[in-house]
């Protein structure tokens, strides 16, 4: 053995003895693994050290030595066997143990953590920005970023607006330290003077700014304080300033913003949570964050008795409380969960309170309130309550029925549940029409489930319910049959392209998630999805894999409540290794943090990185409380009473007691023992039983024991990944007959699609268009590990493209609005052109795109509830719906397109009518308004 090796195998058995002697830390010297000295060598040399270790009690307590890695800092070495480990962290029963970070579990109600935040000890002097007008991504193309290397300097030298960088270089190894100011300079002398001279500045791809739109100059970037989230840069104040002279702007910000005092390394409870169910186990890490929760979840109740959404955040948010009470609140809190619903009706319909360009029907995932509602009356048995919720969830179906629903597919459009921050799960070039077009796996089944909630509910009613068992089973037929992906094994997360839709082939979590516990996924496929699905170190990704370029939040990230979902997901299958995984990452991260962020950095298991992240978050909470009610209990509330169906992994085994739970008009106290998918015995006040159930007309208090059968689970794969991101977004263009695209770094061939089919695959960067009257092409990039890239914005050749200017068939609007085409542009309003008639002649009978150039300035691309809906007539038939995102607050002369709508057509005059119905409500009701420029026909 050479020296180095015995200077390595001396060092990685000198152990540190903490936490009560149950842990060793120990530092591993990777010299000899970068020598090309195995993990498992080191291992057995280390363990014949130990052994001949004149300390006996060293001998006594070391059984067990972690797996080693050569990048890690440290390992683990286990005295008591844990319930989970891996490279990264161990979980035992009563600590959690990251490298030098240790949570121990003092009491059931202590809980001491001296957990720091990795984040600020390696800020990169390496800063990717942009610049921006009006908060938009409008300087530079996708992917192009100014960049600087910070050495001893606090400012930057003076870079000319829409300048294209020079070519990036390697990230230097050293970092910035903490709370370092910095100013930032730009020369927009350029755009102030096309604004006088034009009135408008014109932006790499051609798009006009308008002066009379003019806001302000932004930074954006990707290092804290800086931000990528564009439409949100004025709201972290990353508004540059003139300086003395009017062509400079400037701004200056704290890099590397860390204050490590002012996060609890203690928590103790506070709150009286006597009268809330009790949880004992032989696990009193799960026993500690079974009560933290319980206690956040008390202080997440507000004064008007709703349910507030985190810390940071107050209100109720539709999805956020529907997911928290199917996850645990019907069952905690039913009657605070009632009040909170109520608060997001409007009009006798379910409000989309955010979400893409104006929310609804953008968004379309309002309908989570519908899953929170049923279970709230399958745990209450509330007649009364369902008789409130049903004329809401009728109303609101039929008007999504009418406004998002594809015949071809069978399914709806809008945008993904929960993932509603645009670039965090969809190409740059996608803007909000385009998120409306799309549809996605999560969305749809949360669609399926809500048509077979509202069945049972007409049942129940006693009216007519095949027409909602219909559309159910038609959404999941278009899922399995335009979504799930053989070759892979799981769901793809959506179909995206605007008129020829495609699948994107990333995971989905939640989505697949939620296919498995409503039964959109048969058992073969949900086998299939939890064995499969790309699972990384710190737990289950929202999406698999990553985006390039975009920061930590969706992308790259890993949320509790999601993680939760698939947990129970995992559970319904039997797979014993991926609850494992799933638990440990709850516990992992609520233990080291002391509280239930929202989210957490995939590549690091941090809060710290993401875009934003709260304390105290409600769907969190839920999460780790359903791991017990859900997993450990394995509750299942039906109309006639409640299942007990316990899931329970060896390593949580042993005796787990919840107490005085509140069912009804019955007091539960509920016993498990052992461990398994599979029940032994069954006693119910002291009788024994064949079922775990609890009739829903039982009263008084009733002790249920159930003894599992200590089986072994049915299955134990895992697809444990490394975490990887795929290429940029290819940038196709149009140059006569030929189709361009940009050569991309380390890609190993490009996908070409036309009008949605794969049409060859090749290493080239362009193809000759051969003559079509109509054809939409993409281009995507693949690697050398087989991720797929985002497609392209489709590039279309068509030879037959008609425009009709709208002011010739109604009033011109008076607005000074500008940058539009023809003489003016036509108001559409709540009051104002209500209906809207033109008649145009077409020359061949043939099917036909139509969509409309408008503009809405009522709010910002992200959120807010004014996105404009109307409805589209040909030749007295009703074709759908044309729906008009907002596009910038105040920027209204800000023009895009409208969806199309793929229409036929007949030879000579057609009838076309842009009109008002009552599906066409928005989400704000009284503000429904857009600027509608020109009619566009294109000839498929």
Known sequence: MTPEARTAISRFTKLHIFCNQDVFSARIITLAESKGFRSSQLRKAAKRNVEQDKTQTMIKKILLFTSLIGLTSCCLVKVKKSMYQSDKFVILKDKVVQGDNVTEVVSPTHLKSNYKSPASTTFSRQIKFKFSINEKDNELPPGVDHWLTIGDEHQSPIITFGNKPLPFSNQPKIYLPTNYEYSFKVDVSHVLKQFEEKGY?????????????????????????????????????????????????????????????????????????????????????????????????????????????????????????????????????????????????????????????????????????????????????????????????????????????????????????????????????????????????????????????????????????????????????????????????????????RDNLIQSPRYEALGEALAILFGVADKEQATSIIGKSPLTDYGATCIYPQIPGIPPYHNNGIWPFVQSYWNWAAAKTGNETVLNHGLASLYRAGGLFLTNYENMVAETGDFWGTEINSDRMLWSMAGNLAMVHRVFMGMDFKSDGLYLNPVVPKVYGGTKTLSNFKYRNSTLNITVKGHGTQTKAIVIDG??????????????????????????????????????????????????????????????????????????????????????????????????NGFEGFMSEPVVFANNVKKVEIEDFATMSKLPYTNYSGKGFVEISTDNNRIV???????????????????????????????????????????????????GKDEWSEWGFSNSLKVSLKPGINKLKIHFEDWNNNMNVDVNTAMLDYLRIIEK
Not at 851 to 877: F, M, Q
Request: hydrophobic share 35%; net charge negative.
């Open 201 to 497: 500045y014109e932006s790499y791809n051609g798009s006009k700014i308008a002066k009379n739109d003019f806001k302000g100059f932004y930074i954006a970037g990707g290092s804290e304080p800086l931000t990528w989230d564009f439409v949100n840069l004025d709201n972290k104040g990353l508004k540059l300033s003139p300086t003395d002279n009017p062509n400079i702007y400037s701004i200056t910000v704290k890099l590397n913003p860390y204050n490590e005092e002012s996060r609890e390394k203690e928590w103790k409870l506070t709150e009286d949570i006597s009268m809330k169910p009790k949880y004992v186990s032989e696990q009193p890490l799960v026993d500690a964050l079974f009560n933290l929760s319980l206690e956040e979840a008390k202080k997440n109740i507000e004064p008007d008795s709703t349910l507030r959404t985190g810390a940071k955040w107050g209100g109720v948010w539709t999805r956020d409380v529907s997911y928290s009470t199917l996850l645990a609140f019907a069952i905690l809190e039913p009657e605070v969960c009632k009040i909170s619903l109520r608060k997001k009706v409007k009009r006798g319909r379910i409000i989309q309170d955010t979400g893409s360009g104006g929310a609804w029907p953008v968004s379309s995932d309002r309908t989570t309130w519908v899953l929170a509602a049923w279970e709230i009356f399958m745990v209450t048995g509330d007649q009364t309550w369902l008789d409130e919720v049903y004329p809401i969830i009728k109303n609101t179906v039929e008007d999504d029925y009418k406004t998002i629903y594809n015949s071809k597919t069978g399914m709806s459009s809008g945008e993904s549940s929960f993932l509603d921050w645009r670039e965090q799960t969809y190409p740059k070039w996608m803007d909000n029409k385009d998120i409306y077009v799309s549809q996605n796996l999560g969305t749809n089944v949360v669609h399926y489930q809500v048509n077979r909630i509202l069945s049972e509910m007409a049942k129940i009613k006693g009216e007519p319910y095949e027409v909602y068992e219909e559309r159910a089973a038609t959404i999941k037929k278009g899922i399995n049959d335009y979504l799930w992906m053989k070759d892979k094994g799981y769901y793809a997360q959506y179909l995206y392209g």
């Open 687 to 784: 009788k024994n039983v064949d079922h775990a159930f609890i009739p829903k007309d039982w009263s008084g208090k009733h002790n249920i024991t159930i003894e599992l059968a200590n089986n072994e689970f049915p299955y134990q794969d895992i697809n444990l990944v490394k975490n990887q991101f795929t290429l940029p977004t290819v940038l196709a263009s149009k140059d006569g007959n030929l189709l361009k695209w940009q050569s991309i770094e380390n890609v190993q061939e490009y996908k070409i699609y036309k009008n949605g089919q794969l049409l060859e695959q090749t290493t080239e960067t362009l193809l000759k268009i051969e003559a079509d009257n109509y054809a939409s092409y993409t281009v995507s990039a693949l690697d050398k």
């Open 837 to 887: 008639e033109l008649t145009i002649v077409i020359e061949k009978d043939a099917d036909y795109l139509i969509d409309v150039h408008y503009s809405n300035g009522s709010g910002p691309w992200n959120t807010d509830n004014k996105c404009a809906i109307r409805s589209l007539s040909v030749n007295e038939s009703y074709e759908g719906v044309l729906v008009f995102p907002q596009r």
